[in-house]
């Protein structure tokens, strides 16, 4: 596996910088760390692997755990395969952005080991939710600047899907609606 991520044309990069130095250094030790010292972990996860942990994300931040009596009900992301539409546009950025995001998966996937015991996505639905809001509202800039990003991504598996639109008040794309 090459120390840079590779580009849209499958060579690697032969320039590092300083900034891209510190970001793969300080990635490797907390992975190395999360994991027990065991090492830097390959980049090559499975597909499956990767929607179920933007699923359980997507569950994580956007679940309505009460019923909204005054309209349409709001599904649960993973129902409506969010993990999977997440990772279907992920396909379409280019191929460093996609390796820095499969990085940032398996570090938010295995950070919680050290504080309950379980990877993220085996946690129940509450401990997920208290663990990312922890982490979203940390002191550290790092752990608050990883969920956003995570969660906008789930934000565009959930959102664009039809079925969230009626419990959001969204009557979907103009143009589909003018009949274009």
């Not at 060579?11 to 760390?33: D, E, N, Q, V, Y």
Request: aromatic share 8%.
């Amino acid at each position: 596996m090459p120390d840079t991520p590779p580009t849209d044309d499958g060579s690697s990069h032969t320039a590092i910088t300083r900034r891209r130095f510190l970001a793969l250094g300080t990635m490797g030790g907390a992975l190395a760390l999360l994991l027990g010292g065991s090492g830097w972990v390959a980049q090559t996860t499975s597909t499956k692997r990767e929607i179920e942990i933007f699923d359980a994300l997507s569950d994580a931040f956007f679940s309505v755990q009460e019923q909204n009596n005054n309209g349409p009900a709001f599904p649960k992301p993973s129902s409506i395969d969010a993990g999977l539409h997440v990772w279907k546009q992920m396909q379409s950025f280019p191929a460093a952005v996609r390796w820095q995001v499969r990085g940032l998966l398996r570090l938010i996937e295995h950070a919680p080991i050290p504080t309950t015991g379980s990877r993220l996505s085996k946690l129940s639905h509450s401990e997920a939710v208290s663990w990312l809001q922890n982490w979203s509202t940390s002191r550290l800039v790092t752990p608050r600047l990883m969920v956003q990003a995570l969660k906008q991504l789930c934000a565009m598996g959930t959102f664009t899907r039809p079925e969230t639109w009626n419990a959001i008040g969204y009557d979907g794309p103009t143009i589909q609606q003018v009949g274009l």
